[in-house]
């Protein structure tokens, strides 16, 4: 009998993986799809991120020379902005699952499930969705509203490694700041690379 139900257990249609149910019914005929959440959400994240440097590349160039105009459409701009920022997460959950394995699985002899924990670093990138709004509405405050949405970012990481680990808040403080350390390096070893874009900065 388990394994018919387990056969004819649902799936993702976009990442195969199994699912507990096709829809919610939240009453009064009120039904929603399940989707992953999460892969998208990274992505999305990744593209406000992009954004927001694309947008602070350009935003110290002012020039009437109409070249400018084509250069400033070039869509290459805003993808290796997208790869940078991608790099940068992948270095940070990398140092984060990195330092967790070593501490919980080799020191303590705990078992650390990777992907859970993967899947709850990149959901608890979710406040990197206020950058559009900093961005569109600029004002005096915009460097003060960007640290803060990064302090709360990284409480989130810290947050969910808590939840997933059911570890002290001091292992997750440190596992986040190695984390954040191995982003910075590879935002640094980025920079230095002659393709690299200039002006750009580490969110």
């Known amino acids: 009998m388990d394994e018919k139900m387990k056969e004819k257990a649902f799936r993702c249609v976009e990442c195969n993986e199994v699912a507990t149910e096709l829809h919610r019914d939240y009453r009064n005929g009120i039904l929603k799809i399940t989707i992953c959440i999460h892969w998208k959400l990274c992505v999305f994240c990744l593209l406000c991120e992009a954004y927001l440097r694309w947008s602070e590349l350009h935003g110290s160039e002012q020039s009437s020379d109409p070249a400018d105009l084509i250069r400033y459409t070039k869509e290459w701009e805003f993808y290796g902005m997208f790869g940078l920022a991608a790099l940068e997460l992948s270095a940070f959950c ?29 959901l608890s990138c979710y406040g990197k969705v206020l950058l559009i709004p900093v961005v569109i509405w600029e004002h005096d405050y915009a460097l003060l509203c960007l640290s803060l949405i990064k302090l709360f970012v990284l409480t989130s990481n810290s947050q969910a490694v808590r939840v997933i680990l059911n570890c002290s808040r001091r292992l997750s403080l440190v596992a986040v700041c190695l984390g954040l350390l191995s982003e910075s390096v590879t935002a640094q070893a980025c920079k230095r690379l002659p393709w690299s874009f200039q002006d750009t900065w580490m969110f």
Not at 94 to 122: C, K, N, S, Y
């Open 94 to 122: 990398g140092g984060v699952l990195l330092f967790l394995w070593v501490w919980v699985a080799r020191l303590q002899g705990g078992t650390v499930e990777a992907g859970l924990l993967l899947r709850a670093l990149l």
